[in-house]
């Protein structure tokens, strides 16, 4: 998927003002379409009023998913619409996820075998992933960082970093391999699971998954509560995942507190 530079140009122009719909054709003409298609509302181009968001949250799931990339705010746009030089001199290993100059935008793949360094790879042909045994896929960075002390005891040798909804090139090297996903068990992380096409995919459970969720001191009740409307009622491979956080404890759990 090619990312639609026009679309994220014409998005930027909402960050602290308000375009005339002239200035954002080709957003509306997009985003008419995918309002319709998924039956929810949050852009306003009505004829003689200016253009106004109606839910951010929408919005910026509209332009991740037409992009293939993770967007979550304006600084994600301006940080995308970067001269690639800019982008590679940004990509470092922050220790926060969240930050956005440590997501990996750009064509490359972050891999890591055993407990040596990550590597960067722009090609995938080079990356020395080991045949019949399955790639770890891990959303945060603050994981990643020790990711090969966190989960090796699980069997789990060669890592991959997302960043959240994964680059282009990410989704093309797990499109042939067994990948299990280590995310966040919160809603968002159904939707990142969904996002990819893999010869065999599953969402990694952790044993004690339960007594986490149990745990005050690590439900995130917050973070549910903004991220609820986007709750699916049913689903073939994560329904115990819904079930712990909407019908027994209405939260979620963040990824970098599992140990």
């Not at 968002?188 to 010869?199: H, L, Q, T």
């Not at 004690?208 to 903004?226: T, V």
């Not at 073939?236 to 939260?251: A, P």
């Amino acid at each position: 998927m090619q990312m639609n530079k026009t679309l994220l140009k014409q998005a930027l122009k909402f960050k602290g003002a308000t375009p005339t719909n002239s200035q954002i054709r080709t957003l509306t003409q997009l985003a008419f379409e995918y309002q319709q298609q998924n039956e929810i509302y949050f852009l306003s181009t009505k004829y003689n009023q200016k253009p106004q968001i109606l839910d951010e949250s929408y919005f910026f799931q509209f332009l991740s998913e037409i992009n293939g990339v993770e967007v979550d705010c304006f600084e994600d746009i301006e940080y995308l619409l970067e001269d690639t030089t800019s982008r590679k001199e940004s990509i470092e290993k922050s220790g926060n996820s969240k930050e956005y100059h440590a997501k990996v935008f750009d064509k490359v793949v972050l891999f890591q075998k055993y407990d040596e360094n990550p590597v960067l790879y722009k090609n995938i042909a080079d990356i020395p992933f080991i045949k019949n045994a399955k790639i770890l896929a891990v959303e945060n960075g603050e994981s990643f960082l020790n990711i090969y002390k966190i989960m090796s005891r699980y069997g789990f040798e060669q890592f991959v970093y997302l960043s959240g909804f994964a680059n282009t090139l990410t989704k093309k090297f797990l499109a042939d391999k067994e990948v299990v996903f280590f995310l966040d068990y919160d809603i968002e992380a159904i939707r990142i699971y969904d996002s990819f096409e893999c010869k065999t995919k599953e969402f990694f459970k952790h044993p004690d998954i339960k007594n986490y969720f149990e745990n005050k001191k690590y439900l995130n009740q917050n973070l549910y509560k903004k991220q609820r409307a986007k709750l699916p009622e049913e689903h073939n491979e994560l329904q115990w995942l819904i079930d712990l956080m909407k019908k027994e404890h209405s939260g979620v759990i963040e990824q970098e507190i599992i140990e």
